[in-house]
C-alpha cells in the first residue's frame, strides 16, 4: 500500500450561501396559473403552455377547437389570452364543466377509444400541448398573496444555467 502522503487530498469545496426566499409579491389583476398544490381545482379558466404568441400558435385554430369543449367567454373581449412573446395562452369559459372536458382531453385524459386507434389527444398547429391546468383570476379588489417561496434548495436547483439548455416557459 502506498504511503499516505502520496495520495492527494480532495480538494474542499463548499457552495456559496443560500439566500433566502424572497417575501411573497401580491399577483397582479388577471388570469394566472393555479398556485401549487391547486392545478387540479376545476375553475372555468385553463392556463396552457408550451403554445402561444412565441411559438407562433394559430389563434383562430385554438379557438376553433377549444369551442367544441363549451362556449367561450367573450364579456371582456379575451376569451383567449396569448400574451405576446409568450409560451402559453389562457382560455375562458362560461362553465367548469367546459374547461374540465377541455383539460381532459387536451391531457388526453379518458379517451381510450382514441389511444386504441393511435390518434391520442388534439394537436394544435401540430403540436400536443405538453401541459394544461386550471387557472386563477385575480380581481383589482382582491389580496391574493404570491404562490409560496420555494425554499433555498428548490430556488437554487431551477437557476442552474447549463451552456446550450434553454426553459421555456
Do not use: C, W
Amino acid at each position: 500500500m502506498p504511503p499516505t502522503s502520496a495520495m492527494p487530498r480532495p480538494l474542499s469545496r463548499t457552495p456559496p450561501p443560500l439566500e433566502p426566499p424572497h417575501d411573497p409579491q401580491p399577483l397582479q389583476p388577471g388570469l394566472h396559473p393555479a398556485p401549487y398544490g391547486q392545478e387540479n381545482v376545476p375553475t372555468r379558466f385553463l392556463y396552457l403552455s408550451g403554445i402561444g404568441d412565441a411559438l407562433k400558435t394559430d389563434l383562430q385554430e385554438l379557438r376553433a377547437l377549444m369551442e367544441t369543449y363549451g362556449p367561450l367567454d367573450d364579456s371582456e373581449g379575451l376569451a383567449i389570452e396569448a400574451p405576446a412573446k409568450r409560451g402559453f395562452v389562457l382560455v375562458r369559459y362560461l362553465d367548469k364543466n367546459s374547461a374540465q372536458r377541455a383539460k381532459d382531453a387536451l391531457a388526453g385524459v379518458g379517451d381510450k377509444e382514441g389511444e386504441r386507434e393511435g390518434r391520442g389527444p388534439p394537436l394544435i398547429g401540430g403540436r400536443r400541448v405538453p401541459k394544461v391546468q386550471y387557472s386563477v383570476m385575480v380581481t383589482a379588489d382582491e389580496e391574493v398573496p404570491h404562490p409560496e417561496p420555494l425554499d433555498p434548495f428548490e430556488q437554487a436547483s431551477l437557476e442552474v444555467d447549463i451552456p446550450g439548455v434553454m426553459l421555456i416557459e
